[in-house]
Every structure is written in structure tokens, then in C-alpha cells.
């Protein structure tokens, strides 16, 4: 899963899939509200993707259980709602954010996924750089599956089936995915690329394996099972890390190309030497200070584009923000400093449009005055202003919502709460006993 937050979230996916497998596993008390309400909220604190995958595993999990199980139907469902209650109120502060972010801006992608050239879906013939790993677990799974389906239990079922077809979805064997997601908008900026549907595929695949009762096997299979399943995952390991170092190591060249921002720096052989250093070296202010990322994941927008606006995005704000004013006279210089962004350059007393993009809640201030500049021609959303003759500057803040400040406090509040809670009913088990 690479070094980003869906890897992140993955770490998480085990626990979802344990509360899954409770709801099958114990029909007299399918779920603990506390259990699963906390681990929502951790998911959810982790990784929104993650998070929406982890309620319609729970979903598939939930639906299997009503089936089953019909006199625990009151139960689940009691349990079911208390922790969503509990999630909620531990996430409001996600709640506060998307507030923010959504409620009076439209969000759009830098640079969308180009499906049909198979990035971000899983290639089944690609199996390069550890890529092999994840289709020998799921091989795994289909072989315990198809030799011995009687002999597994429903939850070992039903984690194996959904591993499979996970897996399936994450690649373009069942689903189009160019065309689907060409035709949906909606699950394009949700899900973005199935490729990361693998990642919840191998957990439940290695869960499923891990379940197998040792008498599923006999004779000497049975004797080397675990140290065979053992092995394999410490190749797995191995595999995963050099994966892993040629994903950094391919990343790490590419600060040099035209899409790294590097101000005021002539691109020598002494240059590539100390970014080399820079990269080998602990996160650090110089690290920083040195390269600026040119690509974010999402911008505010005037309006949806039909196509990606990252050359939009270099034109309005990369090449001009290029224009350094300790090189240029007439380029920019930017600050961030204390809660707010400065902008200096040298103007002519015309209208100018500023190399940054803004949000709904952004408060301006030109030369000492409160502005409300107008919006530059174009998708992405940029302030177009009236600068002075001479010396310009402009600051930069953002003021959320008294709604969001709140629900940022209740959360915390709910939080510790919890807790203390917790804590005290612990603290009085263990008297009791």
C-alpha cells in the first residue's frame, strides 16, 4: 500500500473485519457498541477512504448475521445503532472539517487518474514490485476454498468470499472501470481508484488463511502448515519492503523534474548532490525549506471541469509563484506566518490575479484595507485584486465556522469522556474482583 495514508488505514482493517466476524461468530452478543463505535471513530480519524470501505464490509457482515442468526436480529441492530451514535460523536470533528471544506466550495482533483492507461487499477499481469505477493494469498484462499468448503465455518466463509471478491473488484476482470467511473462522478471522487480495494482483499485474505483450523489438514501438511505460513509472510515482508524502497526511490528522482517547485535554485550537479543528502536525511525545517510539493491532492474550484486542472493549476499558480521576488522585481514573494499567508510583490495600480487558491471562509487584507477581491477568470478558484502602485501586501486568513469550533470542542470533550469512563468501569471491575 505504499507510504501514504491508505496503507495507514489498512492498519486498521483488521479489527473492522474481528467486529465483522463477532456478528457471526457470537449471535447471543453480536456486538459491543463500545467496541465497534470506538473503532469506527479511530478509522475514520485515520483515513475517510478507509472508513467507507470498513461500513460496507460491515454491511456485508451485518446482512449475513440477520440472515443467520434471525432471534439476534433485535440485538445486532440495537447494538448496531449505539455505536453508530458513539462514532458520530467521537467524529465530529471529521464531521466540522467536511463541513468546512464542502459546504460552500467545490473541491476538485489536481490530477485525476487516467484508468485507461491502468493507473490505480490492480494488474493481474503486472506483478512486479511485490505485486505477486497479493495473488498468491487470494490463490491460497481459493484453494482452502474449493477443497474443503464444508469443513470451514460461516465466518471463515464469508471473509474468504469477500477477499476474493474484493480482490476481483480492485481489477478491471469483473468491473470496467474506465467507463464506470467515466459515467459516475460520484464514485470516481469517492473511491478514486479501485487498486486500493486490494488492501482490505489481502487482510481479509491472510484472516481467512489465519483461521483455518489445523484440522482442516492431516498427515505432514498438518506439521508444517505454520511454519510454511510463516515463512511466507516473512517474504511477504521482505518483498513488501523492497516495494516499498523502489516506490521512494522512484519518487526521490522525480523532485528534480519540471513538477517540483525548487525557488531560486539553479539546477546544478552540486544542487543534485545536496538534495540527495537532504532526501537520505531525517525530515527536517531545511527539508522543508528546500522543496515545496507542486501537487496537491484537491483545489477549490469555481465550478466542476470536465478534465483534470493541473494545467491550469501550473499556469495560475506554479510559473507565477516561480517568479521569486529576490530574483524578480516583479515576482512574489509568500510567507506563512502566524495563521496567515503574505503575499508581496511590486504593482502597477492594475488588476492582478494572486498565485493562491482561496475558500469560502478567507478573509483578505490589501495594504492594511479588508478587500473582498473578485474571483480570476478560470476553474480554479484564485483572488483577482486591485494592487497599489509600488509595494503590495496581502494577508491571507481563514475563519471557520462557530458550528465547526464546536464540534471540534465536542469531540475532544467526547473523547475524554470516554476515556475517563472507560477507565473508571476498568478501575471498578478489577475492585469488584
Known amino acids: 500500500m505504499a507510504q501514504n495514508f491508505s496503507g495507514i488505514g489498512a492498519i486498521c482493517l483488521p479489527l473492522i473485519f474481528g467486529c465483522g466476524v463477532r456478528m457471526l461468530k457470537r449471535p447471543e452478543h453480536p456486538i459491543s457498541w463500545l467496541q465497534l463505535g470506538g473503532i469506527m471513530a479511530i478509522v475514520l480519524q485515520t483515513h475517510l477512504a478507509t472508513a467507507i470501505q470498513s461500513i460496507v464490509i460491515l454491511i456485508f457482515y ?3 448475521a440477520l440472515i443467520i442468526n434471525p432471534k439476534s436480529r433485535w440485538k445486532l441492530v440495537k447494538n448496531g445503532i449505539a455505536a453508530a451514535i458513539l462514532c458520530i460523536g467521537l467524529s465530529l470533528n471529521i464531521i466540522a472539517g467536511m463541513l468546512e471544506l464542502y459546504a460552500d466550495n467545490i473541491i476538485v482533483p489536481v490530477v485525476a487518474f487516467d484508468l485507461k492507461s491502468g493507473k490505480g487499477i490492480y494488474h493481474l499481469l503486472y506483478l512486479s514490485d511485490g505485486g505477486w505477493v497479493n495473488l498468491f494469498f487470494i490463490l491460497i484462499v481459493l484453494v482452502i476454498m474449493l477443497s474443503g468448503f464444508k469443513r470451514l465455518s460461516i465466518e471463515t466463509k464469508a471473509t474468504g468470499l469477500l477477499s476474493v471478491v474484493l480482490f476481483l473488484f480492485a ?3 469483473i468491473v470496467d472501470w474506465p467507463t464506470v467511473m467515466a459515467s459516475n462522478p460520484i464514485l470516481n471522487n469517492t473511491l478514486q481508484f479501485p487498486g486500493r ?3 482490505p482483499a489481502i487482510t481479509a485474505a491472510l484472516i481467512t488463511i489465519a483461521s483455518v483450523d489445523s484440522s482442516y489438514f492431516s ?3 498438518r506439521r508444517y502448515s505454520k511454519p510454511a505460513l510463516v515463512g511466507v509472510l516473512a517474504l511477504f515482508a521482505f518483498t513488501n519492503m523492497v516495494g516499498n524502497f523502489r516506490y521512494s526511490r522512484n519518487a526521490s528522482r522525480q523532485v528534480l523534474s519540471s513538477r517540483a517547485v525548487l525557488p531560486d535554485l539553479k539546477r546544478t550537479k552540486k544542487l543534485k548532490q545536496s538534495l540527495t543528502e537532504v532526501m537520505r536525511s531525517p525530515l527536517s525545517d531545511r527539508t522543508v525549506n528546500l522543496i515545496t510539493k507542486s501537487t496537491p491532492d484537491y483545489m477549490p474550484a469555481t465550478r466542476l471541469p470536465n478534465q483534470p486542472v493541473y494545467g491550469e493549476y501550473q499556469r495560475q499558480i506554479i510559473r507565477p509563484s516561480k517568479n521569486s521576488s529576490h ?5 512574489y514573494e509568500k510567507v506563512v506566518r502566524k495563521h496567515q499567508i503574505v503575499v508581496k510583490w511590486q504593482g502597477n495600480g492594475s488588476y492582478r490575479t494572486i498565485p493562491i487558491a482561496f475558500y469560502h471562509n478567507s478573509r483578505f487584507q ?3 484595507q479588508k478587500i473582498t477581491p473578485k474571483r480570476a477568470k478560470g476553474i480554479l478558484r484564485l483572488p483577482l485584486v486591485r494592487e497599489g ?3 503590495n501586501v496581502l494577508r491571507v486568513t481563514y475563519h471557520p465556522r462557530v458550528i465547526s469550533r464546536l464540534l471540534l470542542n465536542l469531540s475532544m470533550l467526547n473523547w475524554v ?4 469512563g472507560m477507565a473508571i468501569y476498568e478501575y471498578r471491575q478489577r475492585k469488584d474482583d
Open 197 to 199: 480495494l486490494k488492501g
Open 366 to 368: 490589501l495594504n492594511g
Open 327 to 331: 530574483v524578480n522585481r516583479f515576482g
Open 62 to 64: 451485518a446482512v449475513l
Open 389 to 391: 502602485s509600488g509595494k
Open 171 to 173: 481489477t478491471t476482470m
Open 417 to 420: 469522556l470516554m476515556i475517563v
Open 219 to 221: 498427515g505432514r501438511v
